[in-house]
């Protein structure tokens, strides 16, 4: 499941602040700019489409278009660094840690 930073939801929030309607949810979906190429949008919803898949996000309700859940399923969504054109970036999650041997 797709991991939402905190930084992330307040930068998330700010848009639905910004949206004219009375949208509460934010859609990870599917899209392409002017040259044809893909990329990942961000739509204010009021609810969840049919199979969309929500991310672990506090405070924020985000879901995820299901032809992206599997694609996106490992990563982390975080703000980019300052400076980055790009104001979001995925990162891997961390591997969960093996649990340390016990004695028997």
Known sequence: MAEVTEATVCLLQRLLDQDANTSTRIRIEPGHNGQGEALIT?????????GDVQTLAENLDVFVAPELADTL???VLDVATPGNLIPLVLRAQPEPSEPAARAV
Do not use: W
Request: no cysteine; charged share 15%.
């Open 73 to 75: 399923a490992s990563y």
């Open 42 to 50: 961000f739509r204010p919803v009021s609810r969840p489409h049919v």
